[in-house]
C-alpha cells in the first residue's frame, strides 16, 4: 500500500498530489463536500460521483446525537450508512459545541455541553471524538481543538491553542490504527491561534512534532480579512512536512482556493457550493448568477456554457429560475449539483496547471473571473 500521501508536482509554492485511502486514492488539489448528517444536502451518492466529488465529510457531533455512532456501527459504518463508496472525512465536533452546544463548560478534560437536540447534558473530550470518529469509520478524523469566540483576548487565543495541542496528543494516543470496519483512519492536527503570528508558529512547530498523518489550519474564515487569512497561510504552510498534507478548513469561495492553492493548501471543504444553490446563487467560469432575478425568465442558455454537469447540459435557466421561485426542491438539486461540478472542476483545472508550470498565469486570468459577477 502506497504512502497515505504522494506528492506529484510543484508549481512555485502550489501543489499536485494524491491521497491514499482504503475506500480510493484521490487527486489534489481537492473540495471535499460538506455532508454533515451523512448526507450532501439535496443530492445522492450518484449524483454526487457524476458531479467530480471523490471525498465526503460526516461530522462527529450530529452524528453521535442523532442517530448515534453505535447505530451507525451497526449498520455498517458511515461509509454504508450513506451508500458511499470514496473516502469519508469527519470532523471532531468541535466547532458544533462551541457554535450550536449550549451552556458550555470547557475544562481540561473536554467540553460539557447541553445538546441543541433534546437538552441533555453532554461532554465531549478527545478520546470520545475519537471513540465516535473509530465508530463511524472515516478515512480522516479530525482531533478535538478548543475554538475560541472571535474577536478572543491574546490570553484567550494562547489558552486555547496549547490546550488544542494537548488535545491533540491525547487525540492521537487514543486513535486505534484501524477503524471499526477494519480500515486504516489518518489524524489531521489542527493549527490554531488566531492571527497572531507567534501564536500560529508555535502551534504548527508543535504538531509537526507530534508526527501526524495530515495537518489543518483552522480558525480562519470566521472574520478576518482576506489579506490576513493569506499572511497566516503563508507563516504556517512553510511550517508544515511537504510530504504530507494540508487542508485549510472551512474556506471556499473561489478565488479564496485559488490564492490558497498558490500558498501550498491541498485539501478545501465549505457548505458554500450546497447553501448558496438553496439560496439561487450559482457560480460559473464567468462568475456568479443569481438565478431569481427577472431578466433569466426568458433565458435559454445554460448556466455556464463552459459546463458539462447535468444541470447544464438539460436545462434553461428560464426553466431553473421557475424551479426556484416556485419552490421546488428539483431547482434546489439542480442548483447544488452544478454548483458541487464547478468547484470539482476548478480544483481539476488547478492541478493540470501545477502539473504543467503554468500555474501563476492560470491564477491571474481565472481569479477575476470567478469572483466576480456573471452576466
Excluded at 37 to 64: F, M, R, W
Excluded at 70 to 76: D, I, T
Excluded at 111 to 134: A, I, N, W, Y
Excluded at 159 to 178: E, I, Y
Amino acid at each position: 500500500m502506497p504512502d497515505f500521501y504522494d506528492l506529484a508536482s510543484t508549481d512555485g509554492a502550489a501543489r499536485a498530489g494524491l491521497l491514499h485511502t482504503d475506500h480510493g486514492s484521490v487527486q489534489t488539489p481537492v473540495f471535499m463536500a460538506v455532508g454533515t448528517q451523512g448526507t450532501v444536502k439535496a443530492c445522492t451518492p450518484e449524483q454526487l460521483v457524476s458531479a467530480g466529488i471523490t471525498v465526503v465529510l460526516g461530522n462527529t457531533y450530529h452524528l453521535e446525537l442523532r442517530p448515534g455512532s453505535e447505530a451507525v456501527a451497526a449498520l455498517g459504518g458511515l461509509h454504508a450508512f450513506m451508500s458511499w463508496r470514496g473516502p469519508i472525512l469527519t470532523d471532531s465536533g468541535g466547532f458544533q459545541v462551541f457554535s450550536l452546544g449550549e451552556t458550555n463548560t470547557v475544562t481540561e478534560e473536554g467540553c460539557e455541553f447541553k445538546s441543541h437536540l433534546d437538552g441533555s447534558m453532554q461532554m465531549l473530550t478527545p478520546e470520545r471524538s475519537m471513540q465516535v470518529q473509530h465508530r463511524l469509520g472515516s478515512d480522516i478524523v479530525m482531533q478535538l481543538d478548543d475554538v475560541p469566540a472571535l474577536p478572543a483576548p491574546i490570553e484567550r487565543e494562547r489558552d486555547t491553542m496549547l490546550r488544542s495541542l494537548r488535545w491533540a496528543a491525547r487525540c492521537k494516543a487514543a486513535l486505534p490504527a484501524l477503524s471499526a470496519q477494519g480500515k486504516r483512519q489518518h489524524l489531521f492536527g489542527i493549527v490554531q491561534g488566531g492571527t497572531n503570528a507567534d501564536l500560529r508558529i508555535e502551534s504548527a512547530r508543535a504538531l509537526v512534532a507530534l508526527d501526524l498523518p495530515g495537518y489543518a489550519i483552522g480558525g480562519l474564515s470566521v472574520g478576518e480579512t482576506k489579506r490576513q487569512m493569506a499572511e497566516i497561510l503563508g507563516l504556517v504552510t512553510p511550517l508544515l512536512p511537504s510530504e504530507k498534507p494540508r487542508y485549510l478548513m472551512g474556506v471556499g469561495y473561489p478565488e479564496d482556493m485559488i490564492d490558497a492553492v498558490s500558498l501550498g493548501v491541498d485539501m478545501f471543504d465549505c457548505v458554500l457550493p450546497t447553501r448558496s444553490a438553496r439560496h439561487a446563487l450559482a457560480f460559473t467560469s464567468a462568475g456568479r448568477l443569481r438565478i431569481r432575478n427577472a431578466k433569466h425568465a426568458r433565458d435559454n442558455r445554460p448556466l455556464d456554457a463552459r459546463c458539462d454537469c447535468y444541470a447544464c447540459v438539460n436545462f434553461s435557466r428560464g426553466y431553473l429560475r421557475h424551479l426556484l421561485v416556485a419552490g421546488e426542491f428539483l431547482g434546489m438539486t439542480l442548483l447544488s449539483l452544478h454548483n458541487l461540478a464547478f468547484y470539482a472542476r476548478l480544483m481539476r483545472e488547478m492541478r493540470e496547471a501545477i502539473v504543467a508550470q503554468r500555474f501563476a498565469n492560470w491564477a491571474e486570468e481565472a481569479k477575476p473571473r470567478v469572483a466576480g459577477d456573471a452576466e
